[in-house]
């Protein structure tokens, strides 16, 4: 009875133990995630493709192909960053999961830009998937994509005639 009840004891301690491991690690994909918030608003490709891994893959919000290579994720943020008005983007609420040397952060953000003298903005959904490499979390996988619109209210009415 005693082994069981120190057994049961060291898994407590051992769970207990590991939490503060899982917020530092929480909040650092949060930092990561802010850090490419950043890199996004100063419109710096450089920055942005150097927070992917060598094998991350890109299907970007308005990608018509997904990307998969270092080359094509720079590219695709150079041609964002190329508009006249580029966008800017604002992290909304987020869900970080860690799994030991990986983490998933789901949520939504805010592009916006000025268009003749209008803000104009549309919301996104995301999905970031990190790997911890070196002691350092880098970007495996992102998806993003437009928030589709609200269905209607009401549902349409059927093609089908009635009897």
Known sequence: ??????????SVLV??????ADNASRADIAAV???????FNDCSPERLAALYHPDAVLWGTVA????????GVRQYFD???????????AIGEQFIR????????????????????????????????YRKVSGTWIIADHHSSLIPAAPPASPPASPLPSR
């Open 79 to 89: 041609r964002a960053c190329a508009a006249k008005q580029p966008f800017k983007v």
């Open 98 to 129: 860690v799994y030991g040397d990986t983490a998933v952060n789901s949520g939504t953000y805010t592009f916006s830009r000025t268009v003749d003298g209008q803000l104009r903005s549309g919301g996104a959904r995301y999905s970031f998937t």
């Open 33 to 39: 995630t802010k850090s490419w918030e950043s890199a």
């Open 15 to 20: 769970g207990c133990a590991s939490a503060p």
């Open 1 to 10: 009875m005693h082994r069981m009840t120190f057994a049961v004891a060291v």
């Open 64 to 71: 018509q192909t997904i990307i998969s290579t270092p080359a």
